[in-house]
């Protein structure tokens, strides 16, 4: 690394020499790491080519899940949910006891290993809520239900600032890891009072076709809202939005 002098201070790459700028100054380097072409041919880096397949196929399934709840992933992420999903994904890929080192992928790997994953980072369901939830699927018809006891919201949901209901949200979806192909539905519940210190039950229901081939993924979030002239306006609090995946279930 060299400083640059001068009137013209340049920022980019001609040749071997790369110009920039950090803290303040402008700095000159010359091109280093391995030849790409190294990589790629040169037996010394099977390795490196054998963890850059499989890291490659975890990226692929970590967007396409991630397209599959697009919606409630819209509302409740956090901007690290790529790559927090993405190391997830890895690892299942790396649970493939199927295939060998650079071909593991996915769709053979252990999918239960993204069971409990939280979309946002920052806050968890059970951070947000203490209230127990169950979660019953029937492959055979392709309906879910959960279903959220809570005996007092008041003391089981965190208060927030300008919020006045919450709602849960399911979603469902087989998904394809091989195709990129899915089929999802997703579900909301109706508004419940965070004041109230009455018990009531959230149930939330939603379907797929029946008798699905495919894993199939189950998500639990919550959304707060502001009630105004009876319209539900989103708060928009990280602190207040869950969305975890509560069930893997695969044939």
Known sequence: MARQKGVIKLEGRVGDLSFYK???????????????????????????????AEFGRAGKASKLLRGVFKAPI?????????????????KVAQSDTTNGRGERTVAKGDLGLLLGFEFNGQASLDEIMSASSSVNF???????????EFTNPKLELIAIEGADV??????IAAVDFESAEFEVNVAQSDAID?????????????????DSTL??????????????????????????????????DTV
């Open 194 to 210: 965070i004041t109230s210190k009455d018990a009531l039950t959230s149930s939330v229901s939603a379907n797929i076709s029946a």
């Open 138 to 148: 029937d492959r055979t018809t392709g309906a879910v239900t959960v279903d959220t």
């Open 74 to 90: 819209a509302m409740t992420a956090d901007k690290k949910v790529a790559s927090r999903l993405t190391t997830q994904m890895l």
């Open 22 to 52: 950090s803290g303040g100054d402008y700095l000159a380097r010359t091109k280093g790491g391995v030849d790409g072409d190294r990589i790629k041919k040169d037996p010394a880096f099977a390795r490196t080519r054998e963890n850059g």
């Open 166 to 171: 919450a709602r849960m949200t399911v979603g």
């Open 215 to 248: 894993p199939v993924f189950i998500v639990l979030g919550i959304e707060y809202y502001q009630k105004v002239n009876d319209e539900l306006y989103l708060i928009n609090n990280q602190e207040c939005r869950a969305l975890t995946i509560v069930a893997v």
